[in-house]
């Protein structure tokens, strides 16, 4: 049986809280604009010469290409800056180079953040991230290897950045308000996966490719500097939380634990079926929004004939939509657990089953509408947008079964779909280099079928209660 917290009136738009919200809505937004912007920058960094065969270099690398497909030449890109004659191969590793880096630090970050404090764990890995953006530029004048080195580094910084995030949540967020304040926060991807797409080839054309890395890094830059002044690890250590709000939070956290851990039970972890429906929930949502991201120009100008670059609003569109529902998404989860209306884990299990069975009957409908063009923009609208739904249901559910290590648990989730977006940006570069028509329906039927047995598969076993391993154990003395 779920238990019901308290639900005392208390400030909620104007409190600290949710000031903390818009800062980590902030980081995520800088922290996405700064992995992206190499993807816009390249169109010009490298020799028109080299881009051709650029199609299958590497799994961000469609991006680039359809940019490149424009009937404009790259040269008004350029700005007078500097151009490299960087192979498809050698622009494959610098991509990929970030993932690779994001993986090493997901899990070890998330526990030494539950040890030293999530501040400063998060806020180093977005200061050196936003360092490294600056460093960019130099960095591709003394050689390729220093700019792979930097990626990977920067990839590292984001690891640490991302899951960081929940390490502070499970102390600062009340559980009837979890699904709102981790959705406003995580809704800054999307908008800058939006912003950094319509706004980089205007700073490129207009200021030379160095000044998206300049201006990103920077604003990377300002928003560490209101981290480190405004967010601390839990609200009894602020100064400026007020006594109202403090007292709200804490008593709706009092049957949680608060004590810091020495270690981690993770033979209890290995089998514990909710964690694995976790971990399961997540593959299938990322192999599916990982295609869209990064196949979505490509598939397109390919099977609509639009160029990409002279519709960024076109394009634009989905990351809008994501961003809008994840943030109602997270305001109607907290209305019905408020209201009463459902349990905690109807809830989850509902908005799961809305975020990985909507896209995925959107994702098989596709092929069978590609000749409208209406209709294919709708559907690939809707694809991104109804799967940030799963920001309230399982991707939010490790703050509920286990919110002492709610921050390691993240890490080891997000690396499960690090691996299925690897897995599934190769699988479809393969499939449509086959054939077009019937590669692209093969893509999308290949990842319904994955969406539908990570949705079985958290149904059956999911759950919202917190976990006995997770649980403090107290010593009573004699």
Not at 304 to 330: E, K, Y
Request: net charge positive; glycine share 8%; proline share 4%.
């Amino acid at each position: 049986m779920d238990e019901k917290p308290s639900t005392r009136k208390v400030p909620e738009f104007c409190s600290l809280r949710y000031g903390l919200a818009l800062i980590m809505h902030f980081s995520n937004f800088t922290v996405i604009t700064q992995r992206v912007s190499l993807s816009i920058a390249i169109i010009a960094m490298v020799n028109s010469t080299q881009q051709p065969g650029l199609f299958n270099a590497s799994t961000e690398r469609p991006l680039a290409f359809t940019l490149n497909r424009s009937n404009r030449s790259t040269k008004e890109f350029n700005s007078g800056a500097s151009v490299y004659e960087w192979s498809p191969e050698t622009q494959g590793i610098i991509f990929s180079s970030i993932s690779y880096g994001i993986i090493l630090t997901l899990i070890p970050s998330g526990y030494l953040a539950g040890i030293f404090g999530a501040k400063q764990m998060l806020g180093a890995g977005l200061l050196i991230s936003s360092l490294l953006t600056l460093l960019t530029p130099l960095a591709a004048d003394f050689g390729v290897i220093l700019v792979i080195v930097i990626r990977t580094v920067q990839g590292m910084a984001q690891g640490m950045a991302w899951t960081g995030q929940f390490t502070i949540w499970a102390k600062w967020a009340p559980p009837l308000e979890r699904s709102k304040l981790t959705s406003i926060a995580g809704s800054g991807a999307a908008f800058g996966s939006f912003t950094i797409l319509c706004v980089g080839g205007l700073i490129s054309q207009a200021l030379g490719w160095p000044f998206i890395f300049y201006i990103f890094g920077s604003i990377g830059c300002v928003c560490c500097l209101l981290w480190f002044m405004v967010i601390y690890d839990d609200p009894m250590h602020h100064p400026c939380i007020s006594v109202r709000e403090k007292d709200h939070i804490v008593s709706s956290l009092a049957q949680q634990s608060s004590s810091p851990r020495r270690s981690v039970p993770i033979k209890a972890m290995v089998r514990c079926l909710p964690l694995w429906a976790i971990f399961t929930g997540f593959f299938s949502h990322f192999w599916l929004c990982t295609i869209i991201i990064t196949y979505l120009p490509t598939y397109i100008s390919s099977v609509l004939h639009v160029n990409i670059r002279d519709s960024g609003v076109l394009s634009s569109l989905p990351f809008i939509a994501a961003s809008s529902c994840t943030i109602l998404g997270g305001q109607l989860a907290d209305f019905l657990l408020s209201r009463n209306l459902l349990r905690l884990i109807t809830v989850r299990k509902l908005f799961s089953s809305l975020g990985l069975l909507l896209p995925s009957l959107c994702a098989v409908a596709l092929p069978f509408v590609a000749s409208s063009y209406t209709t294919t923009i709708i559907l690939l609208i809707l694809i991104p947008g109804t799967s940030n739904l799963c920001d309230s249901g399982f991707i939010v559910n490790t703050l509920d079964v286990a919110p002492r290590y709610a921050s390691f648990l993240m890490g080891i989730s997000r690396g499960f779909g690090l691996i299925a977006g690897i897995i599934s940006s190769t699988a479809t570069g393969f499939l449509i280099s086959q054939d077009s028509v019937s590669g692209w329906r093969n893509v999308f039927f290949l990842a319904a079928a994955v969406n539908m047995f990570g949705l079985a598969f958290y149904l059956t076993f999911g759950q919202a209660e917190i976990q006995h391993w997770a649980k403090e154990r107290t010593l009573t003395r004699l």
